[in-house]
């Protein structure tokens, strides 16, 4: 027969259970992971897949890290001149774009050849648009004024009018060709790069901002930056290029810092320039002529054009002086898709 089992074997099996389950399994701590360090930075032009990144220790040329490729939304542009972002330094000059952060602003246009909603961004992050026109040579189009300025307005970004060349007329005729736009909620500088009217005036608007600047050739959009900060000591020639004065073939925004304020920025930018109206619905157009928008809330018909419908506020208010007569004829020419480019621009 066994033995059987006594209360030293009850015992020693009690104490080895005990022994067995709060043994450590190991002694050694888990080694912890490396913690990967990131700089902020703006990205201030983009080169295909590669985007050159400014940041506090110098600018970076970068490439998408592939697991943000993999979160990439399909309905927008995943990466664009003017994004802050945080980047993973990797070689010497090199790095990863890690994260992209929320935009406030874009200026952008719908993408060609999609037949679903995809919104290619030009410029992120953009705070205001700078248009300039000469007072004389050349003769300002008001009318291309008017187109730019609607583009703004469809991108919900301010816009300032700069009538520069003011040296060469007084200022009377300056304000004859351009107070319009001041009666009708616009802010106008009267500049000259050549007296130095309204340069300190114009800094202080640009300061620790991002400013698309845009305007047609020849009204002095790079003395006139030139002019605004003399330590700058670049060429006229170099910003003119950089701001594409006589070219209108780059297709992607670039951003440059100007000496002045942490955060001082001019966009160069196809945006304003050569943004088409494609997006902008018929029945929408006047919501983006700041002066005619309260009163095309009150048409009879939500889809009124303001060009032949009864019960039209919009028509009802150009014939009473409300709305200006000039305008209105710009809106008749942009809804109608006339071109307003003047041969050369």
């Known amino acids: 027969m066994p033995k059987p089992r006594g209360k030293d074997y009850i015992e020693y099996d009690e104490l080895f259970e005990d022994a067995y389950f709060e043994a450590p399994v190991s002694s050694k701590p888990k080694p912890k992971r490396k913690r990967e360090r990131t700089l902020p930075g703006i990205v201030v032009r983009a080169r295909g897949h590669h985007f050159d990144v400014e940041t506090p220790e110098g600018t970076l040329v970068c490439q998408v890290r592939g697991r943000l490729l993999q979160e990439a939304p399909k309905d927008t542009t995943l990466v664009a001149v003017g994004d802050r972002v945080q980047v993973l330094p990797t070689e010497k000059g090199q790095g990863l774009i890690d994260r992209v952060e929320e935009r406030r602003t874009v200026l952008s246009r719908r993408r060609p050849g999609t037949h679903r909603p995809v919104e290619d961004v030009i410029l992120a992050n953009p705070d205001q648009v700078l248009v300039v026109f000469a007072v004389r040579q050349p003769k300002p189009n008001l009318r291309m004024l008017d187109r ?42 009267y500049t000259s790069a050549i007296t130095g009217q309204g340069v300190d005036e114009l800094r202080e608007l640009l300061t620790d901002r991002v400013t698309v600047v845009t305007g047609p050739s020849g009204v002095g959009k790079s003395a006139l930056i030139n002019a605004l900060h003399p330590a700058l000591n670049l060429r006229v020639g170099e910003i003119s290029q950089v701001l594409g004065k006589g070219r209108h073939t780059t297709r992607a925004a670039h951003l440059i810092r100007l000496p002045f304020g942490e955060r001082t920025y001019i966009a160069d930018t196809p945006g304003i320039r050569e943004l088409g109206l494609v997006d902008i619905q018929p029945s929408d157009l006047g919501f983006y002529f700041v002066e005619m928008a309260p009163y095309a809330q009150r048409c009879r018909f939500p889809d009124c054009t303001h060009t032949h ?23 008749l020419h942009i809804l109608a898709g006339e071109d307003l480019q003047p041969p050369g621009y």
């Open 148 to 189: 730019f300025l609607v583009v703004a307005e469809a991108n919900e970004l301010p816009a300032t009018v700069v009538a520069n060349k003011v040296d060469l007329a007084d200022l009377e005729e300056a304000r004859r060709l351009f107070g319009l736009y001041q009666e009708i909620g616009y802010r106008v500088l």
């Open 309 to 331: 419908e009864p019960g039209c506020a919009v028509r009802q208010a150009v014939e009473a002086g409300a709305i200006p007569q000039q305008r209105y004829e710009s809106y």
